[in-house]
T-cell receptor, first 112, second 113 residues
């Protein structure tokens, strides 16, 4: 079985500040890990994914995430928040033969 | 635009009724997934079809059913609707043979009154 836990249903940052969204996973097999973003009134779109290889993964819009097996974590970061980053972010585990299982989501609020 | 089309965007109906949600996957994608998004449950996987065949089943109620047609579009049928079925229903598709990247439609917002 696979599951993810996203710490914090809401994260609030100032424009220009570091963004850190936390995700911990549980998986009985080597996981594929994903971050998706959902803007208002839209479907989810893939930000980045980790399957194998390099543990630091770069995605779109300046986001990146690091797979840490020892900590079972896949936290999402961005050095400098922009107003347009305000959205709902979902961590997911799955891939291969496993259907992606999503976390509850974290709402990112960016203050001017 | 993800290339996945869902209709209708909004649906308002009454308890006890039956509705059909429709999804057209991206051109070339054989897999279709249905997810339900609600405030209390988050994003829950319902069911997956691959090239017309049911591939995986998640937390789908017996009152719900789905199918994928030869042209690869899919329909999710919800019957004997209850207030608690009010949610955003997403369809997603993926490239053949892998669940590594899902392309989501913009969803159907179902309101059961």
């Amino acid at each position: 079985a696979q599951s993810v836990t996203q710490l914090g249903s809401h994260v609030s940052v100032s424009e220009g500040a570091l963004v850190l969204l936390r995700c911990n996973y549980s998986s009985s097999v080597p996981p594929y890990l994903f971050w998706y973003v959902q803007y208002p009134n839209q479907g989810l779109q893939l930000l980045l994914k980790y399957t194998t290889g390099a543990t630091l993964v770069k995605g779109i819009n300046g986001f990146e995430a690091e797979f840490k097996k020892s900590e079972t974590s896949f936290h999402l970061t961005k050095p400098s928040a922009h107003m347009s980053d305000a959205a709902e972010y979902f961590c997911a585990v799955g891939g291969g033969s496993y259907i992606p299982t999503f976390g509850r989501g974290t709402s990112l609020i960016v203050h001017p | 635009d993800s290339g996945v089309t869902q209709t209708p965007k909004h649906l308002i109906t009454a308890t006890g009724q039956r509705v059909t949600l429709r999804c057209s996957p991206r051109s070339g994608d054989l897999s279709v997934y249905w997810y339900q998004q609600s405030l209390d449950q988050g994003l829950q996987f319902l069911i997956q079809y691959y090239n017309g065949e049911e591939r995986a089943k998640g937390n789908i109620l017996e009152r719900f059913s789905a199918q994928q047609f030869p042209d690869l579009h899919s329909e999710l049928n919800l019957s004997s609707l209850e207030l608690g079925d009010s949610a955003l229903y997403f369809c997603a598709s993926s490239v053949p043979g892998a669940n590594e990247k899902l392309f989501f439609g913009s969803g159907t917002q179902l309101s059961v009154l």
